[in-house]
């Protein structure tokens, strides 16, 4: 169980807001940098980098990990399997940093997700997210088009200038 200022994640992982008498006080960051008077990214960065990490790996790494403990490793590259596991990761970690008064994204998040991706991605195919040819039936017209109307009117222009010069 992980408290993070005014919350705290209990046995079921969801965030819940505790009472004044079961906060830790070294962990109560809301406001800080207003009462330190440090800029809020040099705040994010310096003051809660722990903290935030901390706590998305307890709150929200947790629950994703359970979750696609869930899903057949089969299902881990199919995006319609997985997309509400990874959008509730990322809500996850927007919701613990607008918490923390912290910017989202942020270099933490980046590696955080740089992880997951090594862990839970890093055997899908990238088939999907690369150019590839059009198929002959689009690809036909739109460099046939081109080529048959240049032919044309060089063929247009050649016979206006044969007829014309005997009028000048």
């Known amino acids: 169980m992980g408290t993070v200022g005014p919350y705290q994640a209990g046995a079921d992982r969801e965030i819940r807001r505790v009472s004044a008498s079961e906060q830790q006080p070294v962990r109560s960051t809301r406001g800080l940098s207003r009462q330190l008077k440090l800029p809020l990214l040099l705040y994010c960065s310096l003051v809660l980098q722990g903290y935030y990490e901390r706590a998305i790996n307890d709150f929200c790494l947790a629950k994703f990990k359970l979750d696609m403990g869930g899903l057949d ?61 059009p198929p002959n039936s689009i690809l036909a017209p739109f460099i046939g088009v081109p080529v048959l109307v240049t032919l044309i009117m060089t063929a247009l222009v050649v016979w206006r200038s044969k007829r014309t010069e005997g009028v000048l």
């Open 73 to 133: 490793r089969g299902l881990y590259c199919s995006w319609t399997d997985t997309m509400e596991i990874y959008e509730g990761l990322t809500n996850c970690t927007y919701q613990v940093a607008l918490r923390m008064d912290c910017f989202w994204p942020n270099k933490i998040v980046d590696r955080f997700f740089m992880s997951i991706h090594r862990i839970y991605f890093h055997d899908c195919a990238v088939t999907g997210r690369l150019l590839q040819e």
